[in-house]
């Protein structure tokens, strides 16, 4: 398909040249360790100075009803970005899921805040430019931390560029700013993180390398992301993603 060659195109240069790089790795897949630690750590640090108080303020503030329509408000937000990237995939099926979920909780579920369509039996799913190159072929090179945004690797931290535009409001300013996208991307951060406070916690208070137990569990979580797996938001595998990532 057209798609897939241009992906090809775009993106296997850069992946060719992690690719040359993992063969000094020290552990495989990991050929960038020593600089993904140092950044792991400043994230860290930033989470527990700035994430953690905010969420746990968030939490005492907001009850949990209201929690849960803020969650699925911004789920709905998302959802031209999922439908892209189910097009894209050729996954008809759930492109027509995310329409219909869409246009119902858009209207009867006054915005988005109530998930009238999962009470209907049409669930949510999540999809993004990662998933669709990896759907593509495309391999996902050396593991990569980013700044505040956390775990990641080549292919997909090129993915978040064309989500970012399939996003409406990435083209909606207020007074020539990005208001609307940034307050969203800063209300997502801190809602994932409201979630995922015990289980980070009893990971930091558990495992001997935390490192290395948050890149396992960003791998285990892609891997069930691009076959479509079944697991629930609120399971452990979700937190590496929630933890330090703040777009997307």
């Known amino acids: 398909m057209i798609y897939r060659l241009l992906i090809l195109v775009l993106v296997v240069p850069v992946l060719a040249c992690g690719g040359c790089a993992s063969r000094a790795s020290r552990t495989e897949g990991d050929p960038l360790e020593p600089m993904n630690r140092a ?14 108080p905010a ?8 009850p949990k009803p209201a929690r ?10 998302s959802s031209p970005v999922i439908l892209v990237n ?28 109530v998930d009238v369509a999962a009470r209907e039996g049409i669930e ?18 050396p593991y990569l931390v980013l700044p505040l945004l956390g775990p990641s690797n080549f292919r997909d931290a090129l993915g978040r560029l064309p989500d970012h535009y399939f996003s ?19 209300t997502k951060a801190i809602d994932k993180r409201e979630r995922a406070l015990k289980a ?7 495992a001997v390398d ?30 590496d993603i929630s933890l330090y990532q703040i777009t997307q």
């Open 86 to 113: 189910d097009l894209l995939q050729g996954e008809w099926k759930r492109a027509g899921e995310t329409t219909a979920r869409f246009a119902i909780n858009t209207t009867v579920g006054i915005g988005g805040l």
């Open 124 to 141: 949510k799913h999540k999809e993004d430019f990662g998933q669709t190159m990896a759907v593509a072929g495309i391999t996902p090179g």
């Open 200 to 206: 980070v916690e009893k990971l930091r208070r558990n």
């Open 210 to 239: 935390e490192y290395a137990s948050v890149r396992d569990l960003y791998w285990q979580t892609r891997k069930e992301k691009i076959n479509n797996g079944d697991l629930a938001v609120e399971e452990l595998p979700e937190f």
């Open 68 to 77: 849960n329509g803020i969650r699925n408000f911004l789920h709905n937000l």
């Open 168 to 186: 409406p409001l990435a083209h909606t300013q207020f007074e020539g700013k990005n208001t609307f996208n940034d307050t969203r991307r800063v």
């Open 39 to 52: 950044i792991f750590g400043f994230n860290s640090a930033v989470d527990k100075a700035v994430l953690i």
């Open 55 to 62: 969420a746990v303020t968030y939490r005492k503030v907001t």
